[in-house]
């Protein structure tokens, strides 16, 4: 699924794989980290809809759930979970808080705009 919009005289395309494709390879030699992939029925049509996970979760662990790109106009989210997501479960995870990640919230919204 691929979105172009048009930046002056430039045409950027958004494709929704290519972004997930990149921010699970960012993260595929990472142990404590898991990726799970969902379908997400919309109807524009199915979206590949990432969760990424700190690995065993408990319930007494210090949580944090982060939700990027809800308004599908505002892409700075999910283009800073693609280059900085790495860094910033090093950083949780060295504060012994655990996370739980949405990457982009609203992949429809990422496509269309």
Do not use: W
Not at 9 to 37: C, G, K, N, P
Not at 68 to 88: N, P, R, V
Request: aromatic content about 8%; glycine content about 6%; hydrophobic content about 35%.
């Amino acid at each position: 699924m691929t979105a172009l919009i048009e930046k002056g005289h430039e045409i950027i395309r958004r494709d929704i794989t290519a972004f997930s494709e990149e921010l699970v390879e960012s993260l595929r030699e990472r142990e404590d980290v898991q990726i799970l992939h969902y379908p997400l029925e919309h109807q524009c049509g199915t979206y590949d809809y990432l969760k990424i996970r700190s690995r065993d979760i408990m319930p007494d662990d210090k949580v944090i759930i982060i939700r990027a790109s809800l308004h599908g106009d505002e892409i700075a989210g999910a283009y800073s979970m693609l280059y900085h997501l790495d860094k910033i479960f090093d950083y949780a995870h060295g504060q012994g808080v655990k996370l739980i990640v949405y990457p982009l919230a609203n992949p429809s919204g990422f496509e269309r705009n």
